[in-house]
């Protein structure tokens, strides 16, 4: 089982930018890819970013150009940097990891990120 640990959200104006990061822990070596997702009030789960073990990387159209994933395979550890936030990007965002290894899925307790305007 991969226990995640996020970290990095909080309170920004428009315009700034935030990095959060998803510790893993537990069985890490049996994860494939990670990714963020991210819930808004009233809307679905969707997906932001995603990464895998091989580097390869996926965006939802609306942050492309603006959020960077990245993983640390030395400190198990992935990345969202977020940068020229907007107030729309305000929600919960949750780290995700696919693994090889029962449950298949994994998931951070979530982090609140918040845009003014």
Do not use: H
């Not at 428009?14 to 009030?41: D, E, K």
């Not at 780290?95 to 090889?100: G, L, P, S, V």
């Amino acid at each position: 089982q991969v226990q995640l640990v996020e970290s990095g959200g909080g309170l920004v104006q428009a315009g700034g930018s935030l990095r959060l990061s998803c510790a893993a822990s537990g069985s890490p070596f049996s994860i494939n890819a990670m990714g963020w997702y991210r819930q808004a009030p009233g809307k679905q789960r969707e997906l932001v970013a995603a990464i895998t073990s091989g580097g390869r990387t996926n965006y939802a159209d609306s942050v492309k150009g603006r959020f960077t994933i990245s993983r640390d395979i030395a400190k198990n550890t992935v990345y969202l940097q977020m940068n020229s936030l907007k107030p729309e990007d305000t929600a919960v965002y949750y780290c995700n990891a696919d693994t090889t290894a029962p449950p298949y899925d994994s998931w951070g307790q979530g982090t609140q990120v918040t845009v003014s305007s």
